[in-house]
């Protein structure tokens, strides 16, 4: 079984600021995937960011970076020079490779409030 | 073209009702989900299929009961409706849930905001 945990449920920055939304995990799978969705409060899941338990490098996609610690079983969010459209509850998921390991497990959400 | 589709986006409805939401996806993916989202904004995993075999079954009410009439398509229906099922509930889609790499990214559709009153 996979397990996240979002320990901000809310968060604020200053406009083109960077902020970092924390997420840790626990799973017993040797090797797994870790995800970041944005829900903006129009409601939609849009896809952020992919980092693969074996991938050697933290991934990166334009204002989105992951700081992967495997050691400490973490996966931060890193979003650079904040807008005010970055406002959202943002979801750290897992999905394990395991028999069974079928769905994302999702945690649950930091909301980010950028401040102008 | 809308890759992940569900109709309808909001449902209002009294307690006892039966109701439906559909999704429908043209992505050509093999899996296909029914999360639920609750006021508190956690997403719970309830069904999906995979090529019309049901391959996760959580522990739900048996009055929601989800059916694949093939693999583009996924539907819940939802008997004797409660208070507490009111919820936003998201269909999704990935390529293939049977693969054994972790990287199966989920597309969502737009959800379905169910009011029971």
């Known amino acids: 079984a996979q397990k996240i945990t979002q320990t901000q449920p809310g968060m604020f920055v200053q406009e083109k600021e960077a902020v970092t939304l924390d997420c840790t995990y626990d799973?017993?799978?040797?090797?797994?995937?870790l995800f970041w969705y944005k829900q903006p409060s129009s409601g939609e899941m849009i896809f952020l960011i992919y980092?693969?338990?074996?991938?050697?490098q933290n991934a990166t996609e334009g204002r989105y970076s992951l700081n992967f610690q495997k050691a400490r079983k973490s996966a931060n969010l890193v979003i650079s020079a904040s807008q005010l459209g970055d406002s959202a509850m943002y979801f750290c998921a897992m999905r394990g490779s395991g028999a069974g390991s079928y769905q994302l497990t999702f945690g649950k959400g930091t909301k980010l409030s950028v401040i102008p | 073209d809308t890759a992940v589709s569900q109709t309808p986006k909001y449902l209002v409805t009294q307690m006892g009702n039966d109701k439906s939401i559909k999704c429908e996806q043209n992505?050509?993916?093999?899996?296909m989900y029914w999360y639920k989202q609750d006021s508190k904004k956690f997403l719970k995993i309830m069904f999906s299929y995979n090529n019309k075999e049901l391959i996760i079954n959580e522990t739900v009410p048996n009055r929601f009961s989800p059916k694949s009439p093939d693999k583009a398509h996924l539907n819940l229906h939802i008997n004797s409706l409660e208070l507490g099922d009111s919820a936003v509930y998201f269909c999704?889609?990935?390529?293939?849930?049977?693969?054994?790499?972790?990287?199966?990214?989920?597309?969502f559709g737009s959800g379905t905001q169910l009011s029971v009153l």
């Open positions: 999704a889609s990935s390529q293939n849930a049977r693969t054994p790499l972790g990287n199966e990214k989920l597309f």
């Open positions: 980092q693969g338990s074996y991938d050697q």
């Open positions: 799973t017993s799978d040797p090797s797994y995937g």
């Open positions: 992505l050509g993916h093999d899996t």
